[in-house]
């Protein structure tokens, strides 16, 4: 079954995709796990989850950004530029970082002079940098805002039922993951890190119900599974997004198995369940603005650090790789405390920059980590 994962994880298009939308019904894309898929879920919508994958140029990112940005959003430009997300019926865009909050305008712009790849709803949704009761309040309002623009851009109803159904779903999937997330950790894994970020990749782009289903059907096959991963080094991934399976089988591939992350496109994204009792909207507005802090908040580097430390403990890491896309701020300036801390408390590290998914430089990244675990053996 792992085959089927890693084709939908690696590909921008799958089945379920292309099922959906011939049935006639919509998918709307988002880039950061701010954006309450719930929401867009419950109006039978299908959430997708933007990413650069197969990229092999950033040319037409590189003239709309500039040279001294993040390659992650210029990657997502790309592919926006050459039509490769015209399937989408709509795109949200958040502030995740500053780069983030530019592709908005980009994209705008890079319409312009691409025609047609702007989509029919195109909306910025808003987030505050803080966890106070004004800022949920703000949240709360920038979340029932999105409600009301998808249901009048698509002409639907977004009722409570709905949105209650769709959490229950979403809060399935969270426990799989989370059950996941134990086979990864025994002593003796029964799944490295890139089969199992296949899987978390696969929830962003099919329809959640689909991907319960096969999950289900993937942990009763894994929780029977005799051939375990023994003698290798046991390492985590902390930093930037990384979408991208190959850059955890180049880790991997060189005598390790990465067992546990904090990562976007990782336990981040699901470590966090959502109320199921009172105002569905209002809860998914606390669950996303309050989920495992990410380094854009102000004021939480110490629930990160502890996030770090507890997972590092939990799955017994030899060592953590705190890695940040190049001109990274928020990453690349909090690993250096990250490293200080944390080597402090006796953990090895190692830090590491590269370009995002696709343009990162395996070579390189091979020589880093073959030292580090020689370093840690």
Not at 194 to 205: K, P, Q, R, V, Y
């Amino acid at each position: 079954m792992m085959n089927e994962w890693k084709e939908i994880a690696n590909t921008m298009g799958n089945t379920y995709l292309r099922k959906w939308k011939e049935s006639g019904r919509a998918a709307v894309g988002y880039p950061c796990t701010y954006v309450p898929d719930e929401v867009i879920y419950a109006a039978d919508i299908l959430p997708y989850r933007l990413r650069g994958t197969g990229t092999t140029s950033s040319s037409i990112g590189d003239t709309y950004f500039g040279p001294v940005i993040c390659s992650f959003p210029k990657c997502v430009l790309q592919l926006a530029g050459e039509g490769r997300f015209n399937f989408l019926d709509g795109t949200i865009i958040v502030p995740g970082c500053d780069s983030m909050r530019r592709l908005d305008e980009c994209w705008r712009k890079a319409a312009d002079d691409y025609k047609g790849i702007l989509p029919g709803f195109f909306h910025y949704f808003g987030v505050p940098h803080k966890v106070t009761d004004y800022s949920l309040m703000w949240f709360y309002e920038e979340t029932l805002k999105l409600k009301e623009k998808l249901e009048k851009h698509f002409g639907v109803t977004i009722t409570d039922k709905a949105l209650k159904g769709a959490i229950s779903v979403y809060n399935e999937s969270r426990k799989l993951l989370m059950q996941l997330d134990k086979l990864r950790v025994k002593d003796e894994p029964v799944i490295n890190g890139e089969d199992a970020l296949s899987i978390i990749l696969a929830s962003t782009a099919i329809p959640r119900d689909e991907f319960n289903k096969m999950l289900r059907k993937t942990l009763s096959q894994l929780e029977t599974k005799k051939e375990t991963i023994k003698g290798k080094k046991r390492l985590m991934l902390v930093g930037s997004i990384n979408d991208d399976p190959e850059f955890m089988k180049v880790i991997e591939d060189c005598g390790a198995v990465i067992v546990t992350d904090t990562m976007c496109f990782g336990s981040r994204s699901y470590s966090d369940l959502t109320e199921e009792e009172g105002d569905p909207l209002f809860a998914l507005a606390k669950r996303y603005l309050n989920h495992a802090y990410c380094p854009r908040m102000f004021g939480y580097y110490k629930p990160r650090l502890k996030n770090i430390m507890d997972r590092a403990k939990e799955a017994k890491v030899d060592g953590i790789i705190l890695q940040n896309i190049r001109f990274c701020d928020l990453h690349g300036s909090e690993n250096g405390i990250f490293e200080r801390d944390l080597e402090k408390e006796g953990i090895p590290c190692m830090r590491m920059e590269r370009e995002y998914g696709p343009l990162t430089e395996s070579g390189r990244v091979k020589m880093r980590i073959d030292a580090f675990l020689e370093r840690i053996s």
